[in-house]
């Protein structure tokens, strides 16, 4: 909203916008993969309501994880619950950032692809990271490249024991 505000000062030639411009300077976040940004306290929100990523102490028959359609083709998966291949990667993280699905392995795809459903899965406080186990570097993909390996995305805690259920053939 200050920045609505700003806008409409700047527009009518007011001068106390530049300390709107200095509060929300003052507010943002610098990252050299993200640029700059505002958080709102890490928190995500799914039509009004509060999302968060499960944490399960242990996996049972309810629960379930979202897969590309030719994960039999390309890993051996030995996750001990369901799994969803539901068509839409974005969805896929989503589902795990609203708590729904335990976590995620997303095939090799560009940043387009991603980029909004992982802001949404790190404010809902999961994470992500490649099947090797190293975290990926976003901004190598700003050329138009594709991840270069598949990616997990779960709770932090979820992570290594969702990597070690799923390897490559």
Known sequence: IQAMIGLILH????????????SLREKSFKND???MYWNEGNRAFWNDHEIQVVNPESWHSEHWISIPSNT??????????????????????????RGSSVGSLIGRCHLWDIAAALAILEAAGGDYIGLSGQKPRLQDLYSGAVLPEPLIAAHADQLEKLRSSIQPL
């Not at 009518?12 to 709107?20: G, H, K, T």
């Not at 039999?72 to 369901?82: D, E, G, S």
């Open 11 to 22: 527009r009518n030639d007011d001068n106390s916008v530049l300390s709107i411009i200095k």
């Open 33 to 35: 993969e993200l640029g």
């Open 72 to 97: 039999q083709r390309r890993y051996q998966n030995h996750f001990p619950a369901k799994c969803r291949s539901l068509g839409a990667i974005i969805s896929d993280l989503c589902y795990v950032a």
